[in-house]
């Protein structure tokens, strides 16, 4: 697991942090190419970052909960008074 | 309960309202419980034909928008019938506001941001929000690194069969109570990129934050949502 040649710019305990920045690619060049380093040489980290993907895309199957036809209904006819009908 | 909220604030508006004088809608041709519309609805014509008055118009951004809406009220007032409520405000807000909608930001995130502001003074009446937390806080319990600061405890493998798993069933509700309990910064800038897909700029919009802190409390939530599938699979 420990490669301390390749690791000595960032330990995992950094490398944790940097993951969002490296996702949203505000990371400067320098910073994600010693982050991607760290990774290649870091099962561990490497495995953290699979997970916060798939954590993300988890988080995008949380559908919000279907509009009742009751609540479309009700919106419709505030509408309807708002035109003044 | 939230048919009686709709009646009354229906009821407050209808004195205001009358003296507009709008022509009326087209023939209404919507349907209930259709799927959102995607994308192909542009920002343009749909804004063109709520200023036009066509209730089939309105139809489909409740359609489109409202369930979001109200999930994204629910970060900052105490129940689901105020955040209908706060949407149903929104709403008003947004018919009145339509002819000065200038495009400079999506529909939708225009619309997010009238909500996102008018839940936060309900929830702040409601004594329910909190200040942005933005002290420190670990992405990964600092007890599972060594003194070096390399994994003492290291993740352990997601195989890609559990990976497909996460986004069924009895996870995705843990999620969501997850989500729910993240605390209010958090939650909301989640709920608006991961859930609603907003961009940062978006999420930053709608919430009148910079996008460093957008990216904090991007961080903190998901960490924390991690942490927690990381939790439910190790008891499997």
Sequence with gaps: ?85 | MVGHGLLRHGAKVTGRAGGLNRTAPAAAKHRIGRAPYAADVSDDDLVRRLRLGDESAFAEAVNTYHSSMVRLAQTFVPSRAVAEEVAQDTWLAVLKGIDHFEGRSSLKTWIFRILANRARSTGAREQRTTPVDLTDEATVDGRRFDAAGAWSDPPAHWSDEVVDRLSSGPLVAQVRAGISELPEGQRAVVTLRDLDGLSSKEACDVLGISEANQRVLLHRGRSRIRALLELELAKR
Excluded: N
Excluded at chain 1, 31 to 59: M, N, S
């Design chain 1, 1 to 85: 697991m420990r490669l301390p040649t390749l690791r000595r710019d960032i330990e995992c305990q950094q490398a944790v942090e940097l993951v969002t920045g490296y996702l949203e690619g505000t990371l400067s060049r320098r910073e994600a190419r010693r982050f991607e380093a760290h990774l290649r040489a870091c099962d561990g980290c490497e495995e953290y970052l699979r997970q916060v993907k798939a954590t993300i895309a988890v988080l995008g199957s949380v559908q919000p909960d279907d509009l009742a036809p009751e609540t479309l209904q009700g919106l419709l006819e505030l509408y309807r008074q708002f035109r003044g009908e």
